[in-house]
C-alpha cells in the first residue's frame, strides 16, 4: 500500500464516518436529498479552484455559502418553498460551473479525486470531521425531537432556530468536505445511503447511529481499496460500496 | 387550598394569521390545581391559544407564567410517528432523564407494560402511545401541564383510562392542567374550570355554573341536549 493511498484510506474513512453520522438526521428530517443539491452548489468553486490550483473543499466552501445566503435571500423575498429554491440555485451553480470549468478536469470536480492528498490535507480533514461529531452529538437528541414535533422540540427547552443553523452549517461542511472524494454529483449519497442502510439493520437509535457512521466509512474505504487496485475513480466506487451494503442490508431487515 | 398568585394570567390577548383574527381580546387567569379545560367549536382558536400560550405563535397582549415547569402535549396526530430513526420508547424517555429506575417507574405509573420501552414509536396503539406520551411528559417534574385533544382517535375505553390516568397525577402531584377537548362528558367529570371559545370568551367559570344549554347553543351553532346524573 503506497502513502498516498493510506492516506486517501484516512480521508475517506472519516469523512464517510460523518457523512454516514450526520446523514442518519437527514433522513429522519426527510432532506436526504439536500445533500446533492449543495453537491452541485460547491461545483463553481470546485471548477475555480481546479482553475487556479487551491483547495478544492476551500472552493466548494466559498460556493457553498454564496449560494446558502442566495437561497436564504430568497426565501425570506418570495413565498417559494426551501426545496424550490435549491432547486433553482442549484441548477444554476451546474450550468455558471461548466462555463469555465476546464475539460480535463471535468472528471475530478464531478466525481471527485483522491490520487492526489497530502498529509496536512488529512490531518486538516481530521480535526474537522472530529469538531463536526461533537457539533453534531450536541445536537442530536434536539434535532430528532424536532423530527418527532417541532412543538415539542421547542416547549421542552430548545432554541430550534440555533439547532437548524448548527445542523444546516454541519451540513455544508460535510459536503464541501465530501465533493474531494466523490466529486460534486454523488454527495447526497454519500450522506444518505449509509443512514438507509442503518435504518435496515437497526432495532434502536443507538444501533442505528453507530451502523450509519460504519456504513459511510466502510464504503468509503472499500471505494478506495477498489480504486487503489483497479485505478477507477474512487467516488463512483465508493457510491457503488455504499449501494452494495444497503443491498446487503435488505437481507438482514429486522423482524416487525 | 390554592396559591394566592395566579400560575397563568393571560390579558387582552390577540392572534392574528395574516389578516385573520384568530383570537381576539382574551382575559383570563388560572390558579394553581386547577383544571382547566377549552371548550369550542373546530376553528374556535383552541389549538391556536395553547401555541399562543407558550410563545409558539407572535400574540399581542399580555401572557405571564408563575410557573416552575410546563410541560406541553400538541395533538397526538401532529407527531410524527413513522419514518423516523429506528428510536425506541427507552430512548425517547432518556432524552429527559438518563435515570433507567425513574424511566421504569413512570412506565409503569402510566399502566404499560416495561417490555414496551424496547418498542419504537410506530410499534405503539394510539391508547399506548398518549400513555406513553403522558409519561414522557411527566417525566421532569412539571407543575403545569398542557394537552390538546389527548384523546382524539380513542375508543372510549382508551378515553376513560387516558382521563383516569391525569386525574390521578392530577391528585397525587402539584399539577394544574389546561386542556382542550370537544368532550362535554369530561368537562363535568374533571373540570375545575372552563373557557368558552369561539375566537373569544364566551364564558368562563365552573362547569356547573357557565355550561348551560343556552349558552352550549350559542357556543356550537346548534341545540345541545345533555343529561346532570344525580350520582355524579
Same mark, same amino acid.
Given at each position: 500500500?503506497?502513502?498516498?493511498?493510506?492516506? /486517501?484510506?484516512?480521508?475517506?474513512?472519516?469523512?464517510?464516518?460523518? /457523512?454516514?453520522?450526520?446523514?442518519?438526521?437527514?433522513?429522519?428530517?426527510?432532506?436526504?436529498?439536500?445533500?446533492? *443539491?449543495?453537491?452541485?452548489?460547491?461545483?463553481?468553486?470546485?471548477?475555480?479552484?481546479?482553475?487556479?490550483?487551491?483547495?478544492?473543499?476551500?472552493?466548494?466552501?466559498?460556493?457553498?455559502?454564496?449560494?446558502?445566503?442566495?437561497?436564504?435571500?430568497?426565501?425570506?423575498?418570495?413565498?417559494?418553498?426551501?426545496?424550490?429554491?435549491?432547486?433553482?440555485?442549484?441548477?444554476?451553480?451546474?450550468? !455558471?460551473?461548466?462555463?469555465?470549468?476546464?475539460?480535463?478536469?471535468?472528471?475530478?470536480?464531478?466525481?471527485?479525486?483522491?490520487?492526489?492528498?497530502?498529509?496536512?490535507?488529512?490531518?486538516?480533514?481530521?480535526?474537522?470531521?472530529?469538531?463536526?461529531?461533537?457539533?453534531?452529538?450536541?445536537?442530536?437528541?434536539?434535532?430528532?425531537? *424536532?423530527?418527532?414535533?417541532?412543538?415539542?422540540?421547542?416547549?421542552?427547552?430548545?432554541?430550534?432556530?440555533?439547532?437548524?443553523?448548527?445542523?444546516?452549517?454541519?451540513? /455544508?461542511? !460535510?459536503?464541501?468536505?465530501?465533493?474531494?472524494?466523490?466529486?460534486?454529483?454523488? !454527495?447526497?449519497?454519500?450522506?444518505?445511503?449509509? /443512514?438507509? !442502510?442503518?435504518?435496515?439493520?437497526?432495532?434502536?437509535?443507538?444501533?442505528? &447511529?453507530?451502523?450509519?457512521?460504519?456504513?459511510?466509512?466502510?464504503?468509503?474505504?472499500?471505494?478506495?481499496?477498489?480504486?487503489?487496485?483497479?485505478?477507477?475513480? *474512487?467516488?463512483?466506487? &465508493?457510491?457503488?460500496?455504499?449501494?452494495?451494503?444497503?443491498?446487503?442490508?435488505?437481507?438482514?431487515?429486522?423482524?416487525? | 387550598?390554592?396559591?394566592?398568585?395566579?400560575?397563568?394570567?393571560?390579558?387582552?390577548?390577540?392572534?392574528?394569521?395574516?389578516?385573520?383574527?384568530?383570537?381576539?381580546?382574551?382575559?383570563?387567569?388560572?390558579?394553581?390545581?386547577?383544571?382547566?379545560?377549552?371548550?369550542? $367549536?373546530?376553528?374556535?382558536? =383552541?389549538?391556536?391559544?395553547?401555541?399562543?400560550?407558550?410563545?409558539?405563535?407572535?400574540?399581542?397582549?399580555?401572557?405571564?407564567?408563575?410557573?416552575?415547569?410546563?410541560?406541553?402535549?400538541?395533538?397526538?396526530?401532529?407527531?410524527?410517528?413513522?419514518?423516523? $430513526?429506528?428510536?425506541?420508547?427507552?430512548?425517547?424517555?432518556?432524552?429527559?432523564?438518563?435515570?433507567?429506575?425513574?424511566? =421504569?417507574?413512570?412506565?409503569?405509573?402510566?399502566?404499560?407494560?416495561?417490555?414496551?420501552?424496547?418498542?419504537?414509536?410506530?410499534?405503539?396503539?394510539?391508547?399506548?402511545?398518549?400513555?406513553?406520551?403522558?409519561?414522557?411528559?411527566?417525566?421532569?417534574?412539571?407543575?403545569?401541564?398542557?394537552?390538546?385533544?389527548?384523546?382524539?382517535?380513542?375508543?372510549?375505553?382508551?378515553?376513560?383510562?387516558?382521563?383516569?390516568?391525569?386525574?390521578?397525577?392530577?391528585?397525587?402531584?402539584?399539577?394544574?392542567?389546561?386542556?382542550?377537548?370537544?368532550?362535554?362528558?369530561?368537562?363535568?367529570?374533571?373540570?375545575?374550570?372552563?373557557?368558552?371559545?369561539? =375566537?373569544?370568551?364566551?364564558?368562563?367559570?365552573?362547569?356547573?355554573?357557565?355550561?348551560?344549554?343556552?349558552?352550549?347553543?350559542?357556543?356550537?351553532?346548534?341545540?345541545? =341536549?345533555?343529561?346532570?346524573?344525580?350520582?355524579?
Amino acid at each position: 500500500m503506497t502513502a498516498q493511498i493510506f492516506l /486517501a484510506l484516512i480521508l475517506g474513512g472519516s469523512i464517510g464516518a460523518v /457523512a454516514g453520522y450526520l446523514g442518519s438526521l437527514m433522513l429522519s428530517k426527510r432532506m436526504a436529498l439536500m445533500g446533492g *443539491a449543495l453537491g452541485h452548489l460547491t461545483l463553481p468553486g470546485v471548477a475555480l479552484a481546479l482553475l487556479y490550483d487551491f483547495d478544492v473543499s476551500l472552493g466548494a466552501s466559498l460556493f457553498l455559502a454564496f449560494g446558502v445566503l442566495i437561497i436564504w435571500f430568497l426565501e425570506q423575498k418570495t413565498k417559494l418553498h426551501l426545496e424550490a429554491l435549491t432547486a433553482v440555485v442549484f441548477s444554476a451553480s451546474l450550468a !455558471t460551473a461548466f462555463l469555465f470549468l476546464p475539460e480535463e478536469e471535468t472528471d475530478i470536480a464531478l466525481l471527485g479525486d483522491v490520487s492526489q492528498i497530502s498529509s496536512n490535507t488529512v490531518l486538516i480533514t481530521v480535526v474537522i470531521v472530529l469538531g463536526l461529531f461533537f457539533t453534531v452529538k450536541s445536537i442530536y437528541s434536539d434535532m430528532i425531537l *424536532a423530527s418527532i414535533s417541532p412543538d415539542l422540540a421547542q416547549t421542552s427547552g430548545i432554541n430550534l432556530k440555533l439547532s437548524n443553523s448548527i445542523y444546516l452549517i454541519c451540513i /455544508a461542511v !460535510t459536503v464541501a468536505l465530501g465533493v474531494r472524494i466523490v466529486g460534486g454529483l454523488m !454527495t447526497a449519497a454519500l450522506l444518505a445511503i449509509p /443512514a438507509c !442502510t442503518a435504518k435496515n439493520i437497526s432495532t434502536n437509535l443507538s444501533q442505528y &447511529i453507530i451502523a450509519s457512521t460504519v456504513a459511510g466509512s466502510l464504503a468509503c474505504v472499500l471505494g478506495i481499496i477498489i480504486y487503489a487496485i483497479t485505478d477507477i475513480p *474512487a467516488g463512483p466506487l &465508493i457510491i457503488i460500496s455504499s449501494a452494495i451494503l444497503f443491498l446487503i442490508s435488505l437481507f438482514k431487515l429486522p423482524a416487525k | 387550598m390554592q396559591n394566592e398568585e395566579p400560575v397563568l394570567t393571560v390579558s387582552n390577548l390577540q392572534v392574528s394569521y395574516d389578516s385573520d383574527l384568530i383570537i381576539n381580546d382574551l382575559s383570563f387567569t388560572v390558579a394553581a390545581r386547577d383544571i382547566l379545560i377549552f371548550l369550542g $367549536p373546530n376553528g374556535a382558536g =383552541k389549538t391556536t391559544l395553547l401555541r399562543a400560550l407558550q410563545n409558539l405563535l407572535p400574540y399581542e397582549g399580555t401572557v405571564s407564567w408563575n410557573a416552575r415547569k410546563i410541560s406541553y402535549l400538541p395533538p397526538h396526530e401532529f407527531l410524527q410517528r413513522q419514518n423516523l $430513526p429506528p428510536l425506541n420508547i427507552e430512548e425517547f424517555y432518556a432524552f429527559k432523564t438518563s435515570d433507567s429506575d425513574a424511566i =421504569k417507574a413512570m412506565i409503569a405509573e402510566v399502566g404499560l407494560d416495561e417490555s414496551l420501552l424496547s418498542h419504537q414509536f410506530g410499534e405503539l396503539s394510539t391508547g399506548q402511545f398518549q400513555r406513553m406520551l403522558i409519561g414522557w411528559s411527566l417525566l421532569d417534574n412539571p407543575d403545569v401541564l398542557i394537552l390538546d385533544e389527548p384523546t382524539s382517535g380513542i375508543d372510549i375505553g382508551g378515553e376513560e383510562t387516558i382521563y383516569s390516568l391525569l386525574h390521578k397525577f392530577w391528585q397525587n402531584q402539584n399539577l394544574t392542567i389546561l386542556l382542550v377537548t370537544h368532550d362535554l362528558n369530561i368537562v363535568w367529570e374533571y373540570a375545575t374550570q372552563v373557557i368558552c371559545l369561539n =375566537k373569544q370568551q364566551m364564558c368562563m367559570g365552573k362547569p356547573d355554573e357557565v355550561l348551560t344549554p343556552e349558552q352550549l347553543k350559542t357556543l356550537y351553532g346548534t341545540g345541545i =341536549k345533555f343529561y346532570k346524573h344525580q350520582h355524579r
